[in-house]
């Protein structure tokens, strides 16, 4: 099993010297992995930088808790969907609760928030926000999960219920082995929409899975400076899994 993650700070923050508002956690939990991005909303209704960072901090540690907690309670495909649903729930009302102590309004520090838990060859996730997550089937079929094609600047954070998406992919006889889910600053330059459908960055995503060919030591570096190359001037990151129990070729 291949597991990595990036977060790096955007060029427009740097510019404007506001923190990296995004954030990553992921990690093996029993025989699962758990995954989660989160990308700080930057802007208060005022239009001046927020402080999202502690939002994306906060929901992603929240997420975690929740699902180590719950997973080895889910026996089926509906258990593990609930316990998604109830992860983000208990994210958003912690985030309301600590924001109405800290005297900031609810719009003024929220963030996106992508999930995944990758089980025996199947894909389960939850989805507050843009961003998205690209997978591969062992029998070589690329997918996406996400909540909408983006067809603007507007997003939807965790606070807005009604614009979470629950999904899943992969199956016994065709499981998902390679896995990256990102914020938007990577998926939109390498997930693109137009009027013939979707295209994927073929030359990146075979950067990042060529990692597999890599020493232990050497692929959390690879995996930084592929992210670093990426066109954006948001803050960009994601985490890679490649489980190569699932997989016959690593290297197609």
């Known amino acids: 099993m ?21 954030y990553v956690l992921y990690e093996k939990a029993g025989n699962d992995v758990v995954g989660i991005v989160c990308d700080g909303v930057s802007l208060k209704s005022d239009r001046s930088f927020s402080d999202s960072e502690i939002a ?43 924001l109405k102590k800290k005297g900031i309004s609810l719009y003024d520090c929220q963030t996106t928030t992508l999930a995944f838990v990758y089980r025996k060859g199947r894909i389960y996730a939850a989805m507050a926000g843009d961003g998205g997550i690209i997978y591969q089937t062992r029998g070589g079929e690329y997918g996406v ?4 094609v983006k067809t603007s600047s507007c997003v939807d954070p965790i ?15 065709n499981p998902v082995y390679r896995l990256l889910i990102a914020t938007d600053g990577v998926f939109d330059s390498i997930c693109r929409w137009d009027h013939d459908g ?14 597999s060919k ?10 930084k400076t592929i992210i670093e190359s990426i066109r954006s001037h948001d803050d960009k990151s994601a985490i890679l899994m490649i489980d190569g129990k699932s997989a016959p070729d690593l290297h197609s």
């Open 2 to 22: 291949i597991l990595e993650g990036c977060s790096l700070q955007g060029k427009m923050h740097k510019d404007y010297d506001v923190a990296n508002q995004d």
């Open 198 to 211: 979707m295209s994927l960055d073929a030359y990146v995503l075979k950067k990042m899975f060529e990692i």
């Open 214 to 223: 890599m020493k232990k030591n050497s692929r959390k570096d690879a995996f």
């Open 159 to 173: 606070c807005d219920r009604g614009s979470w998406r629950f999904g899943k992919a992969g199956s016994a006889g």
């Open 56 to 98: 994306s901090r906060f929901v992603a540690a929240s997420i975690m808790k929740t699902l180590k907690e719950k997973l080895p309670e889910c026996r089926n495909e509906h258990s593990m969907l609930v316990c998604l649903y109830d992860s983000l729930s208990i994210a958003d009302e912690g985030l309301n609760q600590m």
């Open 145 to 148: 999960l996400q909540t909408r």
